[in-house]
């Protein structure tokens, strides 16, 4: 019995060791299965990274003999904004005449007398006054691109020609990028042989080439459009050069890296950052075989119109198009200053300065931009805990009627040329920053509002002395619409004071706007 027993005990010992081999047997297989994978993997991949350098060699080669003998020169056209002549004051909605109340917004929670500014400060004031009557911590828009040092992130920059690596500063994030200075191609007069040479020597180096690739890398994490890319560009090259041409240069090719066909023209002594765009930019552009380049520099100015000389060719295989819109909102460091928005019920907004920093910085473009923006979402989130309660139980007309009176009630107005000396289109986030808005910057929020808010469509109204906005509202009894893609559209003016959704001030009544959708 102890035999048999021994035995047993052998034989299971047996089975338990034969199975252990056939799994470790099995697990080196599945190893060298691993193995063999990774290898055919990374055979893969470098094949297509050396056929894609072979390409990208090939095209380097083509546009270097195009930039040879392709430059002309081009005249500048001065792109002007349109002038909208607002009035310094608002329209509000008469009491001695009968105007038609078709949709009253209900728990109206804002006195009147909130939208008065103090028209008798002046830029002498040492600071703008909040809607009690204190002084805010607001940073006026011409004191934001000079912002103290002390205002930015404590992070320093860091540079280590062993490690390769150095940082910046992007509106409040920290970027990271690899290169070294002694190796980065430079010129040493404006003319093209030296841009031949400039471009020859950035495609041959694999330390610019990476640095554009991590540029883009970080560009995707932060949610940049095309211009936030050529933005975060821009700052980069002056993290490594010193001469503005070769930072104008360097952006070009990093643009041109990334599948833009950007341009530079030159004068004398000076180059510059040529891009396309899709929308309207009010700066010098400059038509190149039928496309407008628009001229970019620097310094975030719009420059006088002058002769250039032009490259006519496009890098091979590059995109005409260059866009401005904002389909999301970028991330940026957060850097809070607190706005607070009316008296009664009042909301105290928490805005990024880095953001609004960023939107101060954009291009002048056309309307359909800002329009088209959306506002951020630490904003909306703020709106939500704010009137998202109020609005629960009411239908999309009656949410509509609400957020007009909101808007109305709450906004200072004030044209920008009192408040900058300039026409400026705000972007949503910058009407809730600033002291004061006035006709196209609260109609841009409150379509904002509308959209997050209700199922209701919106679309900018375009007047010779005036912006509205319009909503598809369901039920409203009266006979001015506005008809756009086949659906109704009723006035929701945010700048006629006291008026009901589907009112309209009657110098315009007999007018027809243009629309921004």
Same mark, same amino acid.
């Not at 009690?132 to 040092?149: C, F, Q, R, Y």
């Not at 190149?288 to 250039?308: E, M, Q, R």
């Not at 199922?455 to 598809?472: I, Q, R």
């Not at 929701?492 to 706007?513: E, F």
């Given at each position: 019995?102890?035999?048999?027993?021994?035995?047993?005990?052998?034989?299971?010992?047996?089975?338990?060791?034969?199975?252990?081999?056939?799994?470790?047997?099995?697990?080196?297989?599945?190893?060298?299965?691993?193995?063999?994978?990774?290898?055919?993997?990374?055979?893969?991949?470098?094949?297509?990274?050396?056929?894609?350098?072979?390409?990208?060699?090939?095209?380097?080669?083509?546009?270097?003999?195009?930039?040879?003998?392709?430059?002309?020169? %081009?005249?500048?056209?001065?792109?002007?904004?349109?002038?909208?002549?607002?009035?310094?004051?608002?329209?509000?909605?008469?009491?001695?005449?009968?105007?038609?109340?078709?949709?009253?917004?209900?728990?109206?929670?804002?006195? =009147?007398?909130?939208?008065?500014?103090?028209?008798?400060?002046?830029?002498?004031?040492?600071?703008?006054?909040?809607?009690?009557?204190?002084?805010?911590?607001?940073?006026?828009?011409?004191?934001?691109?000079?912002?103290?040092?002390?205002?930015?992130?404590?992070?320093?920059?860091?540079?280590?020609?062993?490690?390769?690596?150095?940082?910046?500063?992007?509106?409040?994030?920290?970027?990271?990028?690899?290169?070294?200075?002694?190796?980065?191609?430079?010129?040493?007069?404006?003319?093209?042989?030296?841009?031949?040479?400039?471009?020859?020597?950035?495609?041959?180096?694999?330390?610019?080439?990476?640095?554009?690739?991590?540029?883009?890398?970080?560009?995707?994490?932060?949610?940049?459009?095309?211009?936030?890319?050529?933005?975060?560009?821009?700052?980069?090259? $002056? =993290?490594?050069?010193?001469?503005?041409?070769?930072?104008?240069?360097?952006?070009?090719?990093?643009?041109?890296?990334?599948?833009?066909?950007?341009?530079?023209?030159?004068?004398?002594?000076?180059?510059?950052?040529?891009?396309?765009?899709?929308?309207?930019?009010?700066?010098?552009?400059?038509?190149?075989?039928?496309?407008?380049?628009?001229?970019?520099?620097?310094?975030?100015?719009?420059?006088?119109?002058?002769?250039?000389?032009?490259?006519?060719?496009?890098?091979?295989?590059?995109?005409?198009?260059?866009?401005?819109?904002?389909?999301?909102?970028?991330?940026?460091?957060?850097?809070?200053?607190?706005?607070?928005?009316?008296?009664?019920?009042?909301?105290?907004?928490?805005?990024?300065?880095?953001?609004?920093?960023?939107?101060?910085?954009?291009?002048?473009?056309?309307?359909?931009?800002?329009?088209?923006?959306?506002?951020?979402?630490?904003?909306?989130?703020?709106?939500?805990?704010?009137?998202?309660?109020?609005?629960?139980? $009411?239908?999309?007309?009656?949410?509509?009627?609400?957020?007009?009176?909101?808007?109305?009630?709450?906004?200072?107005?004030?044209?920008?040329?009192?408040?900058?000396?300039?026409?400026?289109?705000?972007?949503?986030?910058?009407?809730?920053?600033?002291?004061?808005?006035?006709?196209?910057?609260?109609?841009?929020?409150?379509?904002?509002?509308?959209?997050?808010?209700?199922?209701?469509?919106?679309?900018?109204?375009?007047?010779?002395?005036?912006?509205?906005?319009?909503?598809?509202?369901?039920?409203?009894?009266?006979?001015?619409?506005? $008809?756009?893609?086949?659906?109704?559209?009723?006035?929701?003016?945010?700048?006629?004071?006291?008026?009901?959704?589907?009112?309209?001030?009657?110098?315009?009544?007999?007018?027809?706007?243009? %629309?921004?959708?």
């Amino acid at each position: 019995m102890k035999l048999d027993k021994k035995r047993k005990s052998h034989w299971h010992i047996g089975i338990i060791i034969g199975l252990l081999f056939i799994s470790f047997g099995l697990r080196a297989q599945e190893s060298t299965k691993s193995n063999d994978f990774q290898s055919q993997f990374d055979s893969f991949k470098n094949s297509i990274n050396q056929e894609y350098n072979a390409f990208l060699s090939h095209n380097d080669s083509v546009f270097i003999q195009f930039l040879s003998q392709s430059w002309k020169e %081009f005249d500048g056209i001065q792109n002007l904004r349109p002038v909208i002549h607002k009035p310094k004051t608002p329209m509000e909605v008469s009491s001695s005449r009968e105007d038609l109340q078709l949709i009253k917004a209900p728990d109206a929670v804002i006195l =009147k007398d909130t939208l008065k500014i103090k028209s008798q400060s002046s830029p002498k004031d040492e600071s703008p006054k909040d809607d009690n009557g204190s002084h805010s911590n607001i940073v006026k828009e011409n004191d934001i691109k000079t912002l103290p040092a002390d205002s930015l992130p404590k992070k320093a920059t860091v540079f280590n020609t062993s490690s390769l690596y150095s940082s910046f500063i992007f509106y409040g994030s920290t970027i990271s990028m690899p290169f070294l200075t002694s190796e980065v191609p430079k010129i040493s007069a404006v003319n093209n042989d030296e841009i031949i040479h400039f471009f020859t020597s950035a495609s041959n180096s694999k330390l610019i080439n990476n640095t554009i690739k991590s540029l883009k890398e970080n560009s995707v994490n932060s949610g940049l459009n095309d211009w936030g890319i050529a933005s975060m560009i821009m700052t980069a090259s $002056k =993290k490594i050069y010193k001469e503005s041409n070769e930072q104008v240069l360097f952006t070009w090719f990093a643009l041109i890296r990334n599948g833009y066909n950007a341009k530079i023209g030159y004068n004398k002594d000076q180059i510059y950052l040529l891009l396309p765009a899709n929308e309207k930019i009010y700066t010098t552009s400059y038509l190149v075989k039928g496309i407008a380049y628009y001229l970019f520099d620097f310094n975030l100015t719009s420059p006088d119109a002058h002769l250039l000389s032009i490259y006519e060719a496009d890098y091979p295989g590059s995109k005409i198009g260059f866009s401005f819109l904002l389909n999301e909102v970028p991330q940026f460091g957060a850097q809070y200053i607190t706005k607070t928005i009316g008296k009664k019920n009042a909301i105290k907004f928490k805005v990024n300065k880095n953001l609004i920093e960023f939107y101060n910085n954009y291009p002048p473009c056309e309307l359909k931009v800002v329009f088209n923006s959306p506002l951020s979402k630490s904003i909306m989130k703020q709106f939500d805990e704010a009137l998202g309660p109020i609005l629960k139980d $009411k239908n999309d007309d009656e949410r509509a009627a609400y957020l007009l009176n909101y808007v109305q009630q709450n906004i200072n107005y004030q044209i920008d040329q009192e408040q900058f000396g300039r026409e400026k289109y705000f972007f949503a986030d910058e009407t809730i920053f600033y002291p004061a808005a006035d006709c196209e910057d609260r109609a841009i929020l409150l379509s904002k509002l509308i959209k997050h808010f209700t199922n209701l469509e919106t679309v900018g109204l375009v007047y010779p002395e005036h912006v509205s906005l319009a909503v598809n509202l369901n039920n409203v009894s009266t006979q001015k619409s506005f $008809k756009y893609k086949n659906k109704l559209f009723y006035n929701c003016d945010p700048t006629y004071i006291g008026a009901s959704c589907g009112q309209v001030m009657p110098k315009l009544a007999n007018l027809d706007p243009e %629309f921004v959708e």
